[in-house]
């Protein structure tokens, strides 16, 4: 059974950093890659972030470019993302999604969603 659990999420001014973690299992997390997608008050699902099986190779939305880095580590089956210099814009659910192969293939499993708020 596929289980992707986010956490992390809260209250941040702007400026601020938060490190969201998705804890994976039920799956050979260390062959997929594995994304973050976001949804904003009123608005469908956005792309944030993708990062291929291994590790090595990561793309990102022009939105977060140079303000987020995702990671993941294979031993933990958890993968990361990490929101530094966070806008009100960027306020959201984010969800973290595994991908159908190894590099991008679309979203087949989801998690529950953790609250990201940007906010004075």
């Known amino acids: 059974q596929v289980q992707l659990v986010e956490s992390g999420g809260g209250l941040v001014q702007p400026g601020g950093s938060l490190r969201l973690s998705c804890a994976a299992s039920g799956f050979t997390f260390r062959s997929y890659a594995m994304s973050w997608v976001r949804q904003a008050p009123g608005k469908g699902l956005e792309w944030v972030s993708t990062?291929?099986?291994?590790?090595?190779?990561?793309s990102y939305a022009d939105s977060v470019k140079g303000r987020f880095t995702i990671a993941r580590d294979n031993a933990l089956n958890t993968a990361y993302l990490q929101m530094n210099s966070l806008k009100p814009e960027d306020t959201a659910v984010y969800y973290c999604?595994?991908?159908?192969?190894?590099?991008?293939?679309?979203?087949?499993?989801w998690g529950q969603g953790t609250q990201v708020t940007v906010s004075s």
């Open positions: 990062i291929n099986s291994g590790g090595g190779s990561t």
């Open positions: 999604a595994k991908d159908v192969f190894a590099n991008w293939g679309g979203f087949d499993y």
